[in-house]
């Protein structure tokens, strides 16, 4: 199947600073890009999608990149809270969603 | 939140048993999956289902059944447990899968531990 490369698999930010997660991916066929945000015991939530025919997204705090010639994309979320802290999943479709290995997030009081 | 429940949320199993999960969602949504989360791999797909009596598998399905005889239920059996399906389950459903994709709603969760 597709593989999402996701980078860092840890990320620690002070409140306030910016976090960035970036995947990677092979398959130039994906056209749906969603990141998903999961807290702890909790399945996980779609916090942002974007589509191959857009190049970036703004929802408030968090913005998606995507750069489809070099195949990578990324989730940028801005001025960090502690409700930020959770683990972070990007995912890309082609037949079904493929998942990257997660990012976990924790932001510093 | 998308109405969704799985049960059972915890279950401790002996290797070679079989063992079944359920998901119940009452949202009247198509399309309903199950993945697997086990760290470093993210979420992984194990079958997915397109409507009722409709399954497919997914990138990891070996060692899974799944059936789905009402609109509502998607079940997940194991039917010899074994160690490497210790693991976090996860029900999810959507809508659609086409241009655009419909949302992936997922469900709590649930733990299983194969000794």
């Known amino acids: 199947g597709e593989n999402v490369e996701q980078h860092p698999s840890t990320l620690s930010v002070q409140e306030g600073d910016s976090a960035v997660i970036k995947c990677t991916y092979s398959d130039s066929a994906s056209n749906y890009f969603p990141w998903y945000k999961q807290e702890l015991g909790k399945g996980p939530q779609l916090i942002i999608d974007?589509?191959?025919?857009?190049g970036e997204k703004k929802d408030q705090r968090i913005a998606v990149t995507l750069n489809k010639t070099a195949k990578h994309f990324s989730l940028h979320i801005t001025e960090t809270q502690p409700e930020d802290s959770a683990v972070y999943f990007c995912a890309l479709k082609t037949w079904q969603l493929t998942f990257g290995s997660g990012t976990q997030l924790t932001v510093l009081p | 939140d998308a109405g969704i429940t799985q049960s059972p949320r915890h279950k401790v199993t002996e290797t070679g048993t079989p063992v079944t999960l359920r998901c119940h969602q009452t949202e009247n949504h198509r399309y309903m999956y199950w993945y697997r989360q086990d760290p470093g791999h993210g979420l992984r797909l194990i079958h997915y289902s397109y409507g009722v009596k409709d399954t497919d598998k997914g990138e990891v399905s070996d060692g899974y059944s799944v059936s789905r005889s009402k609109t509502e239920d998607f079940l997940l059996t194991l039917e010899s447990a074994t160690s490497s399906q210790t693991s976090v389950y996860f029900c999810?459903?959507?809508?659609?899968?086409?241009?655009?994709?419909?949302?992936?709603?997922f469900g709590e969760g649930s733990r299983l531990t194969v000794l």
């Open positions: 974007i589509r191959s025919n857009v």
């Open positions: 999810a459903i959507s809508e659609s899968t086409g241009a655009p994709p419909g949302e992936l709603f």
